[in-house]
């Protein structure tokens, strides 16, 4: 079995290979017009800007972790310091690449699209593929990597907290790339809409509009890179939490002689070996049936273009899924504590299953096509009160169903994880009964991340077209080029909605694994996290409220960074001459819009990134087990305002469209701008508060297990 | 020491006489005009068809749990169902008396108010006084007749179980009452709003409006009947817990011998007895303190009003402190087993600076004294959507102000609690070592609630002052009349936020306590309910889960209860003629949309009170570990979501009305419309959903408490 971190990285080289590859092949495409080279390099310009002035601040952030990390903790230096820095900068690289290929395939995609749906569509699926499969090879690979040279090559002795040491390199800089770049495409899209469409009454992404290159920017660095960050972190925390999690409860039997006569080795070549290398078989499993998958998307003519595109992800799912249960087979097959290996197969499944509904409740909730959205569009005849009520109720209601979903895994993976071992081994003496269900709740998350290139693929794929719009719009093209990247746009929205349940699913299911092997790493897993005292239940209460501050801290952010942009929009209408009435060769001052939201974006998001940094850590040296609390609340309350927020946002959203497209007045009705109002509300919701939540809940989690020693006094 | 529950009922009978006293006062004052008596006979008869209705569904549900408590719990037949159904009657009467009374006080008080507000003050301050005697005197009465029967003479085995019945008696009335009310005022409110202010254009409280009786039978039903049933609950039980807790903590040594040498008697004259009698003499004293309060408060001239109302109170809640200090060291000075008397008394000072502190908060939040409120109304500037999303935040981030306070109180009543105890006695085997802190934490609550007389007064006289001023408006009196009950109206403000904050700061410390009373019955005290367990993990979900589906099944409520209102007023003001115009003669068939919003509300209120109860029973029932998190988790979410909804409604509330007063462009503009859209997402957000969560958390801990003994299959 030991081949297989190698695979691992194999694999994710390949998926590597596979983003250069397409890559290559968007970046040979055609630019069009001089005009759209331009507005292109504009946006270009103004998002690599963003990203620079970031990782400033982030460098700063991660140098001052790295230094703490390599004092406070035992095995800080060198390792732990290294393998932080490596996780930091791996996220990087993905976020760099993922950033330079979306504003090189908007462009291209754009001018593809002159020629029709069937040539666009293939430039911005390849351009999303380029941003999935580097931040799933990225992620793969830093994991492999740290795998093969701490634990195979150096032998380090806190091997497993260094794994998790990378994961939280990886979550600083999704921390920060969530909050900052969800603050700024908001802070632009407002500042944009309420100057340019509602004062000066000009359409949207209108070149007069001097806030429209910085609302274009602000798609790439909030949907593109900030959603590339999080789910680098999510995929790499998925990957390692098992691991991790694996090493505290099962690893103090390394070494030791068997535990009953019967489980002989659970060291090198046995079980504990067995745990690690599964989820980094899954994850190379995943990735080789993702690239398979991506490659089966093209644009066939005479196919339905959204089929080609769900085509592509389910095979990669489905494959994965076929896989997962032979690997289960194959790594425990002859291992002695592991009665049925598929079990832990079937967990894979399970997750994946559960991600997969998940984002169908999502989708039920947000689309169109279904009731609520249809029903909320008509409560736009009563008022925007009754639409923002509405979408509130609606949003709230859906965590019902998630829930289910979500203790329907947790319970069913528990199920299978502690029938897969053997019964005699469980009850072996010094370790926890729970340890095989436990160890089987941590691999469902790896279910849903498995086909993280594939899916990540069509999620970066709707920012791409959305952009391509945007230029299209921007450079005069003829209204048919813009209804076929609006076609393109919703065609990915489905997929999208599986996206976003895999990655609040995922979230969940990792902070949870991460939760109890902080739990076992400050030894409370035998003693437990009592919730009948004083400290935890105070802790309790503490989460529950971060997660509420943590909403209103980056809703208020992005209202100010948002105001910022008003007032600069108002200026340059006030003071170019002939800018409103679009003179000819009168232009805006965009860069200075985009300069704007990047320092107010910035700006707004170091106090809500350093909470959620800061506050576990100063709980967790007064007591570990009010951090327990602490992060059971998080997690529980935060889950619920994810689901809530991105929900309910969704759901304004489409029902503001679906007026659009001609119901309950149609555009332009006062029904029309009631629903408008809802998703202005619903802006901050789904794109900056929502998505946060996910990071904020795992970022706390992993900072805690990373700093348990040093909480210990180790 | 066993004089107390007798000065308790004492004391309870002399608030009851209070009450008895102050409505003679009111009833003797002059009604006014005919007109003036018609109106208010409609409110009233309004008023009395709703409770009726209410009651006849409620007395259904009481049935049928009074059935369920005597077949299933052990101590069920007879003691068990006997003091629910008293405790379900004695809240009933406390409702229909506040009912009563609120709808004679309103008439009056708009009648003296023609003469000026230091007439109308004092009457509508009685009226209000009725309504809190009468729920704290029923409440303490209730209580301590059940310590007298069940405990002094039948000696039950069980007897602290079955003062949990009763306050689960307390607490299904008030759940129906808080849901049904709160839908009913606030889909009159909307209903009328919508239909009469914006679109026949005519003011609020016009009489030609339907819906505008209604409107004012809503005020009573909501913020009377469901404010007066929710407190008579929160009292009930915030004495009830400690006792209970007390009971199941300590309660395995009574009759047992000495535990060491130097504790020599911990049943009767002994520590057990004073740590059941503590909180009835704070109930007692507070009782008496509350009185001296009430009495206070004159309509002198020539004193500010204001200082007035808050004088009544402040003395109340001083005389309470200092008494509570002495009865600490009264109750448990020649006690084994406590070491100082003065820290539990100590905590009772804690607890009501807490509420009063928590209160503040909400004021700080709320008013437009400060600066929260002044800015979110400048936030109607960009539009409603920016409102919305100001208030948002705002009422999100209140909580952590609020939390910290919890918290504080918490941990500090716990330390005090440890402190007050001897070391030795609380390190004798076979209890928790944490049982005297978890005692004072529970303790805590009765700080806040022990002053019920006098706060619920100022509270209730809120709607009376409102009603008046709809009565003078519906009555054509001059408008210095209306301007007189607006002032009352405003007047009680501060202190009504000091109400809601005791009312919410108790319930989490009130379903705390109760929440360790019910590990303790199941038997988790020693064993613990343990966070790293999957089973209590997935009840943290679903309890988290649980209370935003509370929080939006109640908002869809109002506002499909609100639609049938609209939908009715319409119809009347198309289908009578004459009516819009105001023809002399011509009137609405007010009594339609009362009946209308009455079977709405109490339709509405079915679904989401039931699942309150059958919830934690169904989880219960599968797991009681589960159950535990289920708790825990509706716990910390649930105060969360009670302080965001309500905060929030407030901070638009009078966001709207800083805009009135003439900021911003004042009535009529832009600004206005945009804040009246917050005003009309708050009114179920403060008025229904909000409150309902105290409620909820309490309703769900005190079923698993009595139903433990079920779970366990006793």
């Known amino acids: 079995m030991s081949f297989i971190p190698y695979l691992a990285a194999a694999a994710a080289i390949a998926g590597l290979g596979l983003a250069f590859y397409f890559a290559k092949v968007v970046n040979a495409a055609d630019e069009g017009t001089d005009v759209m080279k331009e507005l292109a390099a504009a946006i270009r310009e103004g998002s690599q800007a963003f990203l620079k002035q970031e990782y400033k601040w982030v460098g700063v952030f991660v140098a001052v972790m790295t230094v703490v990390i390599a004092i406070v903790l035992p095995y800080g230096m060198p390792y732990g310091a290294a393998a932080y820095l490596m996780g930091a900068l791996f996220s990087s690289i993905a976020g760099v690449v993922g950033m330079q290929i979306a504003t090189a395939a908007n462009v291209r995609t754009a001018n593809a699209a002159r020629e029709g749906a069937a040539k666009a569509l293939p430039l911005a699926f390849k351009g999303g593929a380029v941003m999935g499969f580097t931040v799933a090879g990225m992620g793969l690979l830093g994991v492999s990597l740290c795998y093969i040279f701490f634990v195979d090559i150096a032998g380090v002795d806190d091997a497993f907290s260094v794994l998790a040491a990378f994961g939280l390199g990886g979550s600083s800089i999704a921390l920060f790339a969530r909050i900052g770049g969800g603050i700024y495409t908001k802070a632009a899209d407002v500042g944009a809409d309420l100057v340019g469409k509602v ?48 090493a505290l409860l099962f690893g103090g039997f390394v070494g030791q002689d068997a535990i009953s006569g019967e489980i002989s080795a659970i060291g090198e ?53 076929v896989l997962s249960l032979a690997a289960g087979a194959f790594v425990f097959g002859d291992i002695d504590g592991v009665d049925n290996g598929l079990f832990l197969g079937l967990v894979i499944v399970l997750g994946l299953g559960v991600g997969y509904a998940i984002g169908f409740v999502s989708e039920y909730y947000t689309s169109d096509h279904y009731g609520p959205v249809k029903r909320l569009a008509g409560e736009s005849q009563t008022g925007p009160a009754t639409v923002i009520i509405g979408g509130i109720a609606d949003g709230m209601i859906s965590t019902v169903a998630s829930v289910i979903l979500i203790v329907g895994g947790l319970v069913g993976s528990y199920a299978l994880g502690q029938a897969a071992f053997s019964p005699e081994f469980l009850a072996s003496a010094g370790f926890v009964a729970e340890a095989g269900g436990l160890y089987a709740a941590a691999l469902a998350a790896i279910g849903m991340l498995a086909t993280t290139g594939a899916v990540v693929a069509v999620d970066a794929y709707g920012p791409i077209s959305d952009n391509a719009g945007g230029i299209a719009e921007m450079a005069h093209l003829p209204p048919e080029v813009r209804e076929v990247t609006d076609g393109l746009d919703s065609l990915g929205n489905t997929t999208a909605a599986v996206a976003k349940g895999f990655a609040i699913g995922s979230a969940a299911l990792t902070a949870l694994a991460l939760f109890r092997s902080y739990t076992a790493s400050v030894g409370l897993t035998l003693e437990g996290i009592d919730l009948v005292s004083v400290e935890v239940i105070s802790g309790l209460f503490l989460g529950s409220m971060a997660t509420f501050a943590f909403a209103a801290l980056t809703m208020k952010s992005v209202g100010r960074a948002a105001q910022a942009m008003i007032v600069e929009v108002r200026r340059q209408f006030a003071e170019i001459p002939g800018l409103r009435e679009g003179k000819p060769g009168v232009k805006p001052d965009s860069a200075r819009c985009v300069e704007i939201s990047t320092q107010a974006s910035l700006k707004e998001m170091v106090i809500p990134g350093t909470l959620a940094i800061v506050l576990p850590l100063a709980v967790g040296f007064v007591s570990v087990q009010a951090l327990g609390g ?47 109002t809802g998703d202005t509300v619903g802006d901050p919701f789904k794109d900056t508060s929502g998505p946060a939540m996910n990071i904020l809940i795992k970022v706390m989690t992993i900072v805690s297990l990373v700093f348990a020693p040093a909480f210990l006094g180790l």
Do not use: C
């Open 199 to 246: 004062e000066a009454g000009i359409p949207e992404d209108d070149p007069r509009n001097p806030a429209t290159i910085a609302d274009n920017v602000g798609d790439n660095v909030g949907d593109v890179a900030g959603m590339g960050a999080d789910l680098f972190e999510s995929y790499a925390g998925s990957i390692v939490a098992p691991i991790v999690l694996a």
């Open 269 to 321: 070549g046995g079980l504990l070996e067995g745990l690690y290398l599964f989820p980094l078989l899954i994850a190379a499993l995943g990735m080789i049936a993702s690239i398979i998958g991506a490659l089966l998307v093209r644009g066939r003519e005479g196919k339905s273009l959204s089929a080609q595109l769900h085509f592509g992800t389910n095979v990669a799912m489905l494959l994965t899924a």
């Open 630 to 676: 602490l992060l059971a609340g998080a997690l529980s309350t935060g889950f619920m305002l994810a689901i809530f927020m991105s929900n309910a946002g969704g759901a304004w959203d489409n029902a503001k469209k679906y007026i659009e497209a001609g119901n309950f007045g149609g555009k332009g009705s006062e029904n029309h701008k009631a629903a408008v």
